[in-house]
């Protein structure tokens, strides 16, 4: 039987005591805007509450990886909720933890990154491998190594840690001053003008800025940081969040480089985007800083409730089988093909400006007809996404660059309908 939804009444409840993020929540709770309620998906589509469906373009921000409702990881969380939900990783361990620990330890060569600390999203990853670094530098005398870089445009992460990295400044702008402390650069060159020594750490989102607007790095860029980082002594922090398991073309971004970070920060399709996990793996030098005698202080002091949370490593697990059983990294190959083949069509209209790739990931960038940006105010991209919708397509803009991300599981078909959407909303919204 087909589930039955109030949509008034839920839309009513949501706009009088919901928050949501990144939303402006006046327009939200206006009265002429009726939000989408999804009640289902099952593989790249979703539905909502009136039974309309579509494709879910920006893989519900950035985390599906497999499509909804897929067998294997609703069987491995459904079997993990008939063992235990949750239980305390201080103290206790769990077993889909412990696995998921050493497979993930297994994806890499030569037990490169041997260790996994969990924790919940994106930002938590990245704010305990800052953390995690600043304690390093402490435990091995080198207290003075405590600033960060980042790059310019940089998204990490919204808890305070993660922020200071961001270099959005419609998003980090405002907490300027309370920030660790940070500098910021364009190319790992500028690290030269920099002072080597009081650097802990330098981070960056490899091959591609997801909330920069989708922007892709300079082929060799992650190369030549690596480099750099080694040459002045510096740890290197991979923010994969976005990247991780498959979106780029291979499982993880820096293999397309050769590059294996200090840290590296997992979460949004760690768990096929199932279920809220993240994980930070590092090398053995940084983890063995931290061992010593229980009175020699060098313990670290970082954790949250639900840090390895069972139902989650059971999802990831599940998720990481998929991509065997399925052959999902080869499968993916043509479709990213096809992805660049059908946004080269749309290239022709005259307000799109530029179409950047990466792997299955993908921003169309709409100016005005003399190439000028929109005004911000005027909301374009948002417009256009909004637009989509009624042409079956649920994609979240980054300001004037529509985001095209959908499940690895999209077929090409789907993808050729997405894309359609999407030149059909720029024609309504910025003309013909
Ligand atoms: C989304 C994102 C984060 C933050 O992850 P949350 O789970 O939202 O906290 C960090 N870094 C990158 C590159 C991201 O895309």
Same mark, same amino acid.
């Given at each position: ?18 928050? #949501? ?76 933890? &412990? ?12 037990? &490169? ?213 399925? #052959? ?24 799109? #400006? ?36 009624? #042409? ?41």
């Amino acid at each position: 039987m087909r589930d039955v939804w109030n949509t008034e009444s839920l839309a009513a409840l949501d706009k009088a005591h919901g928050w #949501h993020p990144f939303t402006q929540m006046k327009a939200w709770c206006a009265d002429d805007h009726e939000p989408v309620i999804l009640v289902g998906g099952e593989g790249a589509v979703l539905r909502d509450s009136r039974g309309r469906e579509y494709l879910d373009g920006n893989s519900s921000i950035w985390t599906n990886i497999h499509g909804h409702g897929h067998p294997k990881i609703t069987g491995a969380i459904c079997g993990q909720l008939d063992r235990v939900a949750h239980v305390s990783f201080l103290g206790t361990t769990n077993a889909p933890a &412990a696995e998921l620990a050493g497979r993930l330890a297994g994806l890499f060569p030569a037990q &490169a990154l041997p260790r996994v600390f969990f924790s919940d999203d994106g930002s938590t990853a990245v704010e305990a491998a800052m953390k995690m670094a600043i304690q390093f530098w402490q435990l091995s005398g080198a207290p003075e190594r405590r600033r960060f870089v980042s790059f310019d445009q940089a998204y990490h992460g919204d808890t305070a840690g993660a922020a200071s990295l961001g270099g959005i400044g419609a998003f980090h702008g405002r907490f300027a001053g309370h920030q660790f402390p940070v500098d910021r650069i364009s190319d790992p060159e500028e690290l030269d003008r920099l002072p080597g020594g009081e650097i802990a750490a330098v981070v960056i989102e490899p091959l591609i800025q997801g909330a920069a607007g989708m922007r892709v790095w300079p082929k060799g860029l992650l190369r030549r940081l690596r480099e750099k980082c080694d040459s002045i002594g510096a740890l290197l922090i991979l923010d994969e969040v976005l990247t991780g398991f498959g979106r780029t073309g291979t499982m993880f971004a820096c293999e397309q480089e050769d590059v294996i970070p200090d840290f590296l920060c997992l979460a949004k399709g760690l768990t096929g985007g199932y279920m809220p996990l993240a994980a930070t793996l590092t090398t053995e030098r940084v983890f063995s800083a931290f061992l010593g005698e229980f009175d020699e202080q060098k313990t670290f002091y970082y954790g949250h409730s639900y840090t390895g949370n069972a139902l989650g490593c059971a999802a990831a697990l599940a998720s990481l089988d998929v991509f065997r059983e399925e #052959h999902v990294l080869e499968t993916l190959q043509p479709k990213i093909a096809a992805m660049s083949r059908l946004l080269a069509e749309l290239q022709s209209h005259p307000c799109i #400006h530029d179409i950047r790739q990466c792997g299955f990931i993908a921003g169309i960038e709409v100016r005005d007809r003399g190439g000028e940006a929109f005004p911000w105010q005027a909301r374009t991209g948002g417009r256009i996404c909004e637009a989509a919708r009624k #042409h079956g397509l649920l994609t979240r803009p980054v300001l004037d660059t529509i985001v095209l991300m959908p499940p690895l599981c999209t077929s090409e078909s789907q993808l050729r309908s997405a894309v359609s959407a999407i030149g059909l909303a720029i024609e309504e919204v910025c003309g013909r």
